[in-house]
């Protein structure tokens, strides 16, 4: 079977599946009262250290408090999801429940057979798990006005700084920068005082599915977007968002941002010879221990444009169900809802990193109020889930493609020499033939 008979055929099995939702949605049942079995694919499994200790720590409880359901954990990683995902499916083996990248979800939805919460759970019971989550967080798993993945592991783009930088050069470590502007003209200052790079961040550079989160926050904050809110349109070259990207090319220009793998950039920072890096959350753990006993390590919320504070978007994943079984779909449903519980989200947001989507347990002395007392790091990520905007998946199955073009047009442009409005013009030309009619 070649690619594009794999894929038809890959389609044509998630239409059987959604054309039966109205079906499965009415012989859910209400528990699980037989011994069943459910596989979770997960990338955080297939990770080293804290994303998969934490991880097999929620599924050990889950199991404890659920002693009818055996969840098969399978670690796959981020950027190979969707692709074993289809392939499993192909082979009538997929997963019953799977963590999702974002980037991946329209294709998820729309290929995979994924199913939107509203078609399978009682609207009361859902309408119960959903109250008392970020309605922001919420968002970000919504097609088409559906839930097709529930947030999970997720965080905003943080400015992370080396406060004694700061210090040496002159400069206030009490006022980080607020703009992108200061971000230049404070890490200017400190390169020319220290000899340490001003400014590092994972924004541009690597064309793969999943890389753009940070540069779709760069350039909504600029007032732009990537794609028109009908999904049908490429827009990453309208001027607002060759505006965000040419403020990248200044700062490369000035030698503060370069084309640097994460490991390169992470081992930078962790020795003291960055300012500032632009990521997300997931890695404050390895930038708390890496700092420790060398510099004082700070957090700010992400720069913005002009007088405008930025408009994050988001890292991460969602939980998508995936099985056509009733019971399985239950179990599966029962698994998702302790996930995303305030118990879930302590050991998610303490354990692994991540933000959790229930804010009330943040001054809960019960669950995260004294670990964010211990952790005031966190607090930057959290003040900007007011802003939050949904990480834009791309339509299609050419999704990867399109999102490799961006990205690699967004590298020549900022680090390749090349003008970023023409550069960007003719990528997304290119990538607007890839789109569906």
Do not use: C
Request: no cysteine; glycine share 10%.
């Amino acid at each position: 079977m070649n690619r594009r008979t794999l894929l038809t055929g890959t389609a044509s099995l998630a239409l059987v599946i959604a054309s039966g939702a109205t079906a499965i949605a009415q012989s859910l049942p209400a528990t699980v009262d037989a011994p069943v079995e459910i596989t979770f694919y997960n990338y955080n499994l297939a990770s080293a250290g804290i994303g998969a200790d934490g991880t097999k720590k929620l599924i050990a409880e889950f199991m404890a408090a659920n002693p009818n359901i055996t969840v098969n954990g399978v670690g796959v990683p981020g950027n190979e999801m969707s692709a074993r995902i289809q392939a499993d499916v192909a082979a009538g083996k997929g997963p019953d429940v799977a963590q999702v990248v974002f980037a991946d979800l329209d294709f998820v939805a729309g290929n995979l057979g994924a199913h939107a919460l509203e078609d399978l759970i009682p609207a009361d019971e859902l309408a119960a798990h959903f109250d008392g989550m970020s309605p922001n967080g919420l968002k970000l798993g919504i097609l088409n006005g559906k839930t097709y993945a529930l947030a999970y592991t997720f965080s905003t783009p943080v400015l992370f700084y080396n406060a004694d930088l700061f210090r040496k050069a002159g400069l206030d470590p009490d006022a980080p920068p607020k703009t992108w502007a200061e971000v230049q003209s404070m890490g200017l200052a400190i390169n020319k005082a220290t000899g340490a790079s001003g400014f590092e961040g994972g924004i541009v550079g690597a064309g793969a599915v999943g890389a753009d989160w940070l540069a779709q926050s760069v350039i909504l904050s600029n007032g732009g977007r990537t794609m028109s809110p009908d999904r049908k349109t490429l827009t990453f070259a309208e001027p607002a968002a060759v505006g965000a990207i040419e403020m990248l090319r200044k700062l490369h220009d000035d030698g503060m941002l370069e084309n640097a793998a994460f490991p390169a950039i992470l081992e930078k920072m962790n020795a003291g010879g960055v300012a500032m890096y632009l990521n997300s959350s997931a890695i404050q753990r390895a930038l708390i221990a890496g700092a420790a006993g060398k510099y004082e390590l700070r957090a700010a919320m992400m720069p913005g444009f002009g007088t405008e504070l930025a408009s994050p978007t988001n890292s991460g994943s969602g939980l998508s169900i995936l099985s056509a079984d009733p019971v399985k779909q239950r179990a599966a449903w029962e698994l998702m809802k302790f996930l995303t519980s305030k118990r879930g989200y302590t050991i998610i947001t303490s354990e692994i990193g991540y933000l959790p989507l229930r804010t009330a347990i943040v001054n809960d002395p019960a669950y995260l109020g004294q670990w964010v007392k211990d952790h005031p790091l966190v607090q930057p990520n959290l003040d900007q889930l007011s802003r939050l905007q949904p990480w834009v998946p791309y339509p299609g199955q050419n999704y990867r493609q399109i999102n490799k073009i961006m990205l690699d047009a967004m590298e020549m442009a900022v680090f390749g020499g090349a003008d970023v409005a023409t550069t960007l013009k003719a990528a997304q030309d290119q990538a607007q033939s890839l789109m569906p009619n």
